[in-house]
């Protein structure tokens, strides 16, 4: 199969996993006991205003109609409105959304930068010090709370050593002073762009704690599938060759034998990258970052359903095309891996 052809099924099989999706959510989301309209309107609302409101939202509807008319909104562009804010979801959407994409790209770049190097160090050294240690380092990435960790790493970085900051994502004399212009919505790259460096520095200071809260549990999985991957390929034969050949052990542990080691943990860090997009809700309600999770948090608790089923939707397109991505990846890094 072409890689063409790969892509064209791939984009198909998203298109039925979207609509299952949004027919899932939608009826998860109108079984919920609620009443919309009356939320819409607003405290102590008239049984008058509660049906002007049903109608004005459709709710008065068959399910199959509602949902028929929300899917064409959607193929439109149009989210529908949120039923807390009255805000459009479109617009809430591009605020909350790269708030969270820049907190879960900055933990996947520590997951990166820390995971894969120790993953084939441990690898390389097999049952030595090093291994233990860096095992141990896995093991409490996973196994550690996200809330306790934000919790320990406040206390520790702002309250004993005045570091970092607390929370939020740019101080309120920065925001005045040197305010970020939005134009990707994530502060650090949108000051580093505008070559506002004092905002850059505070922005970048705001990111470290979340972000490394959010990676420690994509830091441990990284660890462990590099490690595992590297020991196995370390026994190859060409490894040994290399070895033999008089070929520096930085190039081969890190140019030959991560070569082909690196695609299980590809998957790894693709799944991490949206499990955080999902994940991120305890870690930005602790740090008070404004982003996806937060938003969520209120839909869910005010049986805000176009937001839920909106939001859904979004995670689930990250989540497939990202799932593509990576098997594009795979098979242009690894020759032996086929499109099937």
Not at 172 to 190: A, F, N
Not at 209 to 228: H, Q
């Amino acid at each position: 199969m072409s890689r063409w052809e790969y892509i064209a099924r791939r984009l198909l099989m998203a298109v039925v996993v979207l609509i299952s999706v949004s027919i899932i959510t939608f009826l998860i989301a109108r079984v919920v006991p609620s009443d919309p309209a009356a939320a819409w309107v607003g405290p102590r609302p008239t049984q008058e205003q509660i049906a002007q409101a049903a109608r004005q939202l459709g709710l008065d509807r068959p399910l199959y109609e509602q949902y028929l008319r929300y899917m064409r909104d959607i193929l439109t562009g149009n989210f529908g409105v949120s039923i807390r804010t009255h805000q459009p979801i479109l617009r809430d959407l591009r605020v909350f959304l790269p708030a969270t994409l820049e907190l879960v790209l900055a933990g996947m770049l520590m997951a990166v930068l820390i995971g894969i190097p120790l993953g084939v160090l441990s690898g390389a050294g097999k049952g030595s010090l090093l291994d233990h240690l860096t095992r141990l380092v896995s093991i409490a990435g996973v196994s550690m709370p996200t809330f306790w960790l934000g919790l320990l790493l406040q206390l520790f970085f702002f309250s004993r050593l005045g570091l970092l900051p607390l929370s939020g994502r740019l101080s309120t004399e920065i925001s005045l002073t040197s305010p970020v212009v939005p134009i990707t919505g994530m502060y650090t790259l949108d000051a580093l762009v505008a070559g506002n460096w004092v905002a850059f520095k505070d922005a970048l200071w705001h990111l470290i704690l979340p972000a490394f809260t959010l990676a420690t549990y994509p830091i441990g999985l990284t660890i462990r599938m590099t490690r595992s991957t590297m020991i196995e390929v370390l026994q190859e034969k060409y490894i040994l060759a290399a070895r033999a050949a008089g070929i520096p052990e930085r190039t081969v542990l890190f140019v030959l034998a991560l070569k082909n080691a690196i695609t299980p943990t590809l998957t790894v860090l693709g799944l991490s990258f949206v499990y955080s997009l999902t994940g991120a809700i305890l870690v930005e309600v602790i740090f008070a970052w404004p982003g996806l999770g937060s938003y969520v948090t209120d839909a869910v608790l005010s049986v805000d359903f176009p937001v839920i089923v909106s939001v859904t939707l979004v995670v689930t397109v990250f989540y497939v095309f990202i799932n593509l991505f990576l098997d594009l990846a795979q098979a242009a890094i690894d020759p032996r891996v086929t499109l099937q």
